[in-house]
């Protein structure tokens, strides 16, 4: 079975410039959750998404969006880059149970120059 | 709020070297613990997890119990290899937190042939 993809894996934006990130969960798993790390640092949770809705919204400026469609699949976008947005998108998915663990993709590399 | 707490690293051992990373923490209710692991340049994995009080996870020769009286869930591995040289991170759910991750620092582990 496949795993959790993102694409794209690597990204380079100028400072301004908006992007969308793309992750698509794991067979039959109906929740998707957005973390970004910076480089020498934990996870910081952005969003969880389940069944389409927003369930959880972390500490993020209103520039930070997301969205969850009718296969799961997910995308997160972000406006009016800055450099300090220069890190690493991971997505996770789960079945949704209470406690079930998280399942993360590869991550998406994001440079903002 | 809940919190995870590990030992700071960076962690340097010996190839065959016994292994311990400790992680408390603090929290609400009957949260599930996980202990993931980064490759460098790599997303994250799910390395092992525990549900409930007594449980043990176990994979890969690693293995980690959750002790509700010590409020702790400490990585522990017999006899590391060159290939375990990752930065692991401990980490809890709790159904009444929206589902989030709540994370570690991180620990990174380096092991020398």
């Known amino acids: 079975d496949a795993g959790v993809t993102q694409s794209p894996t690597h990204l380079i934006k100028t400072r301004g410039q908006h992007v969308t990130l793309r992750c698509s969960p794991i067979?039959?798993?109906?929740?998707v959750s957005w973390y970004q790390q910076v480089l020498g640092q934990g996870p910081q949770f952005i969003f969880q998404y389940y069944e389409k809705e927003e369930r959880g919204r972390g500490n993020f400026p209103d520039r930070f969006s997301a969205r969850q469609f009718p296969n799961y699949s997910s995308e997160l976008n972000v406006n009016a880059l800055l450099l300090g947005d220069s890190a690493l998108y991971l997505c996770a998915s789960s079945i949704g149970q209470a406690n079930s663990p998280l399942h993360f993709g590869n991550g998406t590399r994001l440079t903002v120059t | 709020g809940d919190s995870v707490t590990q030992m700071e690293g960076p962690v340097t051992l010996s190839e065959e070297a016994f292994l311990t990373i400790n992680c408390t923490y603090t929290?609400?209710?009957?949260?599930?613990l996980f202990w993931y692991v980064q490759y460098p340049g790599e997303g994250l994995q799910l390395l092992l997890k525990?549900?409930?009080a007594d449980d043990k996870g176990s994979n890969k020769g690693f293995e980690a119990t959750y002790r509700k009286e010590t409020t702790s869930f400490h990585l522990e591995k017999g006899s590391v290899q060159v290939s375990d040289s990752a930065v692991y991170f401990c980490?809890?759910?709790?159904?009444?937190?929206?589902?989030?991750?709540?994370w570690g620092l991180g620990t990174s582990l380096a092991v020398n042939p």
């Open positions: 525990a549900t409930k």
């Open positions: 929290a609400t209710g009957y949260p599930s």
């Open positions: 067979s039959g798993h109906k929740s």
């Open positions: 980490a809890l759910i709790n159904a009444g937190n929206n589902r989030k991750l709540i």
